[in-house]
């Protein structure tokens, strides 16, 4: 994988073609925008919207098209932060779907790979547990084998934050192929991701730091059979020079290693910069 992508790495500087793809009518937008305002203004995500200021998560659904009644995935749920606001806006019409690490791609340990299971196993519950809706409402699977009734269902999937990981454990290919096979022909993947320097040297930019460079992300899902939609800056942070030695855990929430008295500062840039990128399954 990290071959694949210090060859990726020589089209950084050229500029991807944006395939047109049909958005939704001006009513379909104006209605999908006022459920995705109410979800994120819901009192039941009181502890969790101290980080919209940072996540944007309105303007970051809006952009990926995710309609209240679509089959959405949400990769790597991890502390779920995103797995709750999705439960509220989907739960009434949708349907929200976790999906975990294939186990046994090699990445991960015996007590690992429990923990995957575990999380996918429990995923239902906490969302429903979430959302005060019932946990029939949602589900979740690890990639590890992709059940032949689930293939080709999926209208969206979102990667928030995670595909420097995929990267750095040398499992995106086989991730993504397993994402693509979930999709619709026209079911589209958004991703979210800490964004390197177009500049950075690539061995600041290969996963290790948290940092990819947004070309290198671009080129990547091209390879992989994904047309290049569009990007938003909806989460872009100017702030952030994105280049600190212990990486993107350097800033909120992590502030991984900070001395006290360099947390207010790092407070005030705030989250990292990020890429906002939409692809389109290609047939």
């Known amino acids: 994988m990290r071959r694949a992508l210090l060859l990726l790495s020589a089209f950084a500087l050229a500029a991807p073609a944006v395939t047109a793809v049909a958005k939704p009518t001006p009513a379909q937008t104006k ?26 998560p309105a303007e970051t659904l ?21 797995s709750r606001l999705l439960g509220l806006y989907l739960g009434p019409k949708g349907k929200l779907v976790g999906l975990y690490f294939d186990p046994t791609s090699g990445a991960f340990n015996e007590r690992s790979q429990q923990g995957i299971r575990d999380g996918a196993a429990k995923y239902p519950a906490d969302v429903a547990a979430a959302s005060g809706l019932p946990a029939e409402r949602f589900s979740a699977m690890t ?26 454990w040398n499992i995106a290919d086989r991730e993504i192929k397993a994402m693509r096979e979930l999709l619709k022909p026209d079911g589209m993947i958004g991703i ?47 702030k952030d020079p994105a280049n ?12 991984r290693g900070a001395k006290e008295e360099d947390k207010a500062r790092l407070q005030a840039i705030g989250e990292t910069d990020r890429m906002t990128l939409l692809f389109r399954k290609r047939a």
């Open 31 to 56: 209605a999908m925008k006022a459920e995705i305002a109410a979800a994120v203004a819901s009192p039941l995500r009181d502890k969790d919207k101290a980080r919209d200021q940072y996540r944007r």
């Open 62 to 82: 809006e952009f990926f098209q995710v309609a209240p009644d679509m089959k959405v995935g949400e990769y790597a749920p991890g502390g779920e932060w995103y």
């Open 143 to 168: 990639l590890e084998k992709l059940p032949d009734a689930e293939k080709g269902t999926f209208d969206r999937i979102l990667v928030m934050r995670m595909m420097h990981n995929l990267m750095r």
């Open 192 to 238: 979210e991701q800490h964004r390197a320097r177009p500049d950075a040297p690539y061995s600041y930019a290969d996963g290790s730091k948290g940092y990819l460079r947004e070309a290198d992300v671009i080129k990547f899902m091209e390879v992989n059979g994904f047309t290049y939609v569009g990007k938003s800056e909806a989460n872009a942070n100017k």
């Open 244 to 255: 600190w030695e212990g990486g993107v855990w350097t800033l909120p929430p992590s502030l």
